[in-house]
């Protein structure tokens, strides 16, 4: 079973950020942060991911809490073309176990303009 | 472009039936995933493969198998195909099998049977 809890909705105005928070009580020390975006029905993309500390690419920011029990993705102008389902995955798989990604019911974010 | 290849991109087929979807890693990548996304049941893991050898096993059916080959494509095959079968069957593919390792995903097969 996955192990986040995320907001099954939310609206963002086109410009504006969009916050997408995620619960990930039950985090191990060495589980890392993923997110993904699944457009309509396109392969999901990759968005980021984090251990500890709070990460930036091209696409968004993640920060991560200090006791690590939840995080936020950031997209900072979001368009209309980030509407899509958005997924918080705690990645399981220690070495050489795993290092799957179990998928949640993730967010439905809607760009508005 | 994820650069991880499927084939076909469609298919419709009958019950009772056998099909094989094929995929192709991005380059340099040993570790192959396959999904399955139907309605009901969003993104569902089946199986992992890394550099030939299964790594991780999901919920997959007994109808269904897959293998990675020595030039590291993979194929899932689906037999005694039912109704229910009917989804969007992704491959995805990342450097290493081990956590740290980013996935990437192809754009899917979508299989109808009738």
């Known amino acids: 079973d996955a192990k986040t809890t995320q907001p099954p909705s939310m609206d963002c105005a086109e410009g504006r950020a969009a916050n997408l928070p995620c619960n990930h009580s039950?985090?191990?020390?060495?589980?890392?942060v993923y997110w993904y975006r699944q457009i309509h029905s396109q392969g999901p993309q990759y968005i980021i991911h984090?251990?500890?500390n709070n990460e930036t690419n091209e696409m968004a920011s993640l920060i991560i809490t200090e006791d690590r029990k939840s995080s936020t993705l950031i997209l900072p102008h979001a368009t209309l073309r980030d509407t899509a389902v958005y997924y918080c995955?705690?990645?399981?798989?220690?070495?050489?176990?795993?290092?799957?990604?179990?998928f949640g019911q993730g967010t439905e974010l809607s760009v508005k303009p | 472009d994820s650069g991880v290849t499927q084939t076909p991109k469609h298919l419709i087929t009958a019950t009772g039936q056998r099909v094989t979807l094929r995929c192709s890693p991005r380059?340099?990548?040993?570790?192959v995933y396959w999904y399955q996304q139907s309605l009901d049941q969003g993104l569902q893991f089946l199986i992992q493969?890394?550099?030939?050898?299964?790594?991780a096993k999901g919920n997959i059916l007994e109808r269904f198998s897959a293998q990675q080959f020595p030039d590291l494509h993979s194929e899932l095959n689906l037999s005694s195909l039912e109704l229910g079968d009917s989804a969007l069957y992704f491959c995805?593919?990342?450097?290493?099998?081990?956590?740290?390792?980013?996935?990437?995903f192809g754009e899917g097969s979508w299989l109808t049977v009738v």
């Open positions: 995805a593919s990342s450097v290493g099998g081990v956590v740290g390792n980013t996935i990437y």
């Open positions: 039950t985090i191990s020390g060495n589980e890392y």
């Open positions: 984090g251990l500890k």
């Open positions: 995955i705690v990645r399981v798989g220690v070495g050489n176990q795993g290092g799957k990604l179990i």
């Open positions: 380059s340099g990548d040993l570790s």
């Open positions: 493969y890394y550099n030939g050898e299964e790594r």
